[in-house]
């Protein structure tokens, strides 16, 4: 109030900044109805009978990065095969999750039974780029944690984190960001093989059928169950099969062999032990 008529005076604003968003500041300033509005952090007025007035507006946008993300399941610690690409099959889950909040966004990787990868980014079907990664954009900046969830029920499939370790890292997105930062997150599962054999020593009678009951249990003692592909090795040549164990981890029917004959399983489970009795 009381100021001479023609009096200029400044408006200055300042700790308008917030960590994390970008900031644009707009003075609008009102003479004698006229309005007239500027992008600026400082403003104008010049007194007058009818009071100007002028007011402040700022607009935040949150600032925002990208990151590339992939899923690997290796088998043996190389890239899976043909055959075993149903060991790997299932769908992979992984969070981001920005520190210091609940927030998160969820990424699924799925695998089917050809070896097929496809993503979902929060629910919604994303593309893979050429080297199988999908890029997530819109991401708010700062310091994420990424992992792996449902880890349990992977381990009971004997499907382990290699990289990072426990399937978990950090990672900082930020705004501008020169190169896009990249994380693989990698599974892998231990597989082996099991041959039996039938060789007589002192006789080359190859008629006779001998037969074996055959026993799979896991590292903890339980029952290894399920069907696996084999390759039985006949005197009159090759057959490529498959076997099955029961929910005892017992063959079922029993092995019958020849002299000479013999029959690799293979896709065991790495570490299982096995019992192997002719009868």
């Known amino acids: 109030n009381d100021l001479p008529i023609g009096t200029e005076v400044t408006f200055i604003e300042s700790g308008m900044t917030v960590d994390g968003y970008s900031v644009s500041s707009t003075f609008t300033k009102t003479v004698n109805s ?39 399941v290796t088998v043996n610690g190389v890239m899976p095969s043909e055959e075993d690409f149903a060991l790997v099959k299932g769908t992979y889950t992984i969070l981001l999750n920005p520190k210091g909040t609940q927030t998160q966004k969820i990424v699924k990787f799925i695998i089917d039974e050809q070896g097929k990868v496809t993503a979902e980014v929060g629910g919604s079907l994303a593309t893979l780029d050429k080297d199988g990664y999908v890029v997530i954009d819109n991401l708010p900046t700062g310091i994420y944690r990424i992992f792996e969830t449902e880890l349990t029920p992977l381990a009971n499939k004997g499907i382990l984190p290699v990289s990072p370790t426990g399937g978990e890292t950090e990672i900082e997105i930020t705004k501008n960001q020169a190169t896009i930062p990249t994380v693989e997150i990698i599974n892998n599962k231990d597989i082996g093989q099991l041959k039996i ?83």
């Open 34 to 72: 006229g309005v007239n509005t500027t992008t600026a952090t400082a403003g104008r007025l010049y007194a007058a009978e009818t009071a100007p007035t002028g007011a402040f507006v700022n607009t935040y946008i949150r600032d925002t990065g990208s990151l590339r993300l992939k899923k690997t």
């Open 197 to 279: 054999s039938k060789t007589l020593k002192r006789s080359s009678n190859r008629e006779v059928e001998f037969t074996f009951t055959v026993e799979l249990k896991d590292k903890k003692g339980e029952a290894v169950t399920g069907t696996f592909p084999a390759t039985l090795n006949q005197n009159n040549g090759k057959i490529e099969t498959t076997v099955s164990f029961d929910d005892d981890g017992q063959l079922q029917p029993n092995l019958k062999l020849h002299a000479d004959e013999s029959i690799v399983i293979r896709q065991i489970p790495a570490g299982a032990n096995y019992t192997v009795s002719e009868t």
